[in-house]
């Protein structure tokens, strides 16, 4: 399927494409939400663990410290998803609404919200930044929207506009 193909079974007549984006985290510590505790409790266990060896040599007790590290690893694996998922995540907007695409081989997956979900966007400090611009159900999240994208510059004038 074309490009162009693609664009027309998705919109509608009349709706007219504004933007286009994916996201792509990069490896940050201001992206510590993305990818968790577990790595930073890992890190620390371990340095502890090979301080406790060059101090007091290759004892048994050493193993109290490398351990729990190896098991903290585990939550890993969720970091891993949560990158692959944005891997296979693709946005766009729209004069009418935002789409949100998951794209799983062959199958693609959309979510669109209607422009009177829209409030005011709000950008993140993430790196790349993040807008949120949708309502959420909870009183206290921080909204929904496009994460980890390069062009939010671009997108922002769109979305003030469209509010």
Known sequence: MSTSDFWNSVL????????T??????FHWRNWQLYGAAPMAATGLLAAAWLFIFTTGAKGDMWLLVLPALLVFIPA?????QL???TNTRYALTDKRAIFFHITGEETRVKA???KAMRH????TTIPASVS????????SKGIGFDFI?????LLPHLTKLN
């Open 12 to 19: 509608e007549a009349d709706e007219k494409l504004l933007w």
């Open 21 to 26: 984006g994916r996201p792509k985290p990069r």
């Open 77 to 81: 694996r969720a970091t891993w998803q």
């Open 84 to 86: 692959k998922t944005y």
């Open 113 to 115: 919200y209607p422009l």
């Open 121 to 124: 966007p709000k950008r993140q």
């Open 133 to 140: 611009f949708l309502k959420a159900n909870r009183s206290k």
């Open 150 to 154: 390069e062009t939010a510059d671009e």
